[in-house]
Structure formats: structure tokens, C-alpha cells
């Protein structure tokens, strides 16, 4: 019976607690300015002899990374992210014709100054497929505990107008659910087709934009009388 006694008083607490409560979602918004931009340099080279391919297709990825250390591109911002060797087919007369080999750089950018240029000398140095970009930061983390204190003190901020406009006092929190996404626009930037086989100097137009972070709280208070 005390077992039983127990259980109902308990029940009846947690009750009386829940209905005592304000749920409200904090929410917190952070445009910043990108630091670095991420793309993918892929190389292609085709062969009638699957070894000179794979072959020539690393000579020239790393004579390509040689230029972009040149150009100031550190090694920890540059990795390989693919690689590949595939037999090309005729397939009318049932034979193969020749094989390609690809590999695909994956590097960041920090200098925003000199982009369209990069791109120009990427494409005539066997860079013929530019893909992939995003805008980054250096520390998002920095950001996100930015976010989560404006997010909480928003939630804050409604939960005491709420709670004064019925004459009740805010308690302690007793839950925080988090969610929220950080998003990277894909920038606008111009780069005539006919521009890639200009070794001219190319005035740079890209605009890296923003970095658009969000996040949302609900958060749970107690009210007091």
C-alpha cells in the first residue's frame, strides 16, 4: 500500500509541475563574412594505354599542385578526393577506344583577391573541371557558442514578458532542446568562357559572401507564483 501511495503522489507532482510551466523557442540568426572558399580541381587525361594514362594524369596533378603551392595554397588546404581509370568503349563495334584516368584536388582558397585569376591559370595547366565551391570559416565553433547564448537569452526574453503579462514569476529552465543549421550561399561570380585561354591578368569578381548561421532553442521554465 505504501508502494502504491507513493506512486500516486509522485504522479500527481509531476502533474501539477507540467501543467506550472512556459515552453518558448529562442531564435538567433548570424550572417559572417566567409573566411576561405572550397572547391574541387578535377583533371582528366585520356590515353589509348591504361598505364600512360594513370601515368600522365599524376605527372600532371602534381605539376598542378606544384603551381598551387607557387601560389601560395598551403599543403594542409589541398587533399585528393578521387581518383579514378576507366576504359572509354565503341560500344557499335564491341572494342574499347582508350581510357581515361582523373583525379579531383580539393582545395581552399584564402585569398579572395586574386580567385578569377586562379581559376584562369587552373585551366590551362589540365584543370578542366572546377566544381564544389563553399564558403567556410576559419572557427565555426567560435560562432555556434556565439549563437547559443543570443538563442537562450532571446528564449529568456519571451519567457519573462509571457510570464509578467499573466502575473506569474519565471522559474529555473527545466528543459532546452536544441536545432538549428549554418548554410553557405553559393556566391555570384563572373568568368567568360573564352577568358580561360587568356593568359591575361583577370580582375577578380568574386564576391564570397556570408556565412548564414542560425539556431533555435525550445526551452522549458517553471513558473512561480
Known amino acids: 500500500m505504501k508502494w502504491i501511495l507513493l506512486a500516486a503522489t ?5 502533474l501539477s509541475w507540467a501543467q506550472a510551466t512556459i515552453e518558448v523557442m529562442g531564435q538567433a540568426n548570424l550572417s559572417i563574412p ?11 587525361t585520356r590515353a589509348i594505354d ?8 599524376a605527372t600532371d596533378m602534381a605539376k598542378l599542385v606544384t603551381f598551387l603551392q607557387d601560389r601560395h595554397i598551403r599543403d594542409d588546404d589541398m587533399r585528393t578526393t578521387q581518383l579514378g ?14 581510357y581515361l584516368a582523373s583525379r579531383t584536388l580539393h582545395i581552399k582558397v584564402r585569398d579572395f583577391s586574386s580567385f578569377d585569376g586562379l581559376l584562369v591559370d587552373l585551366a590551362q595547366r ?10 567556410k570559416l576559419n572557427n565555426p565553433q567560435h560562432w555556434q557558442t556565439k549563437l547559443l547564448e543570443a538563442a537562450s537569452n532571446n528564449a529568456r526574453q519571451k519567457a519573462l514578458t509571457l510570464a509578467h503579462a499573466n502575473q506569474r514569476q519565471l522559474g529555473p529552465v527545466i528543459y532546452i532542446a536544441e536545432s538549428g543549421s549554418g548554410s553557405t550561399p553559393r556566391p555570384e561570380y563572373a568568368l567568360a568562357r573564352s577568358a580561360m585561354a587568356d593568359a591575361a591578368q583577370v ?3 568574386l564576391q564570397a559572401g556570408n ?10 521554465y517553471q513558473l512561480n507564483d
Open 85 to 98: 581509370l576507366q576504359a572509354s568503349h565503341d560500344y557499335q563495334k564491341n572494342v574499347i577506344t582508350g
Open 34 to 44: 566567409a573566411d576561405y572558399v572550397e572547391l574541387n580541381i578535377g583533371l582528366d
Open 203 to 205: 580582375p577578380s569578381s
Open 211 to 220: 556565412v548564414q548561421l542560425s539556431k533555435q532553442l525550445l526551452i522549458r
Open 126 to 135: 589540365g584543370g578542366n573541371r572546377l566544381h564544389g565551391y563553399q564558403a
Open 50 to 57: 591504361p598505364a600512360k594514362a594513370a601515368r600522365d594524369n
Open 10 to 14: 509522485l504522479l500527481h507532482a509531476n
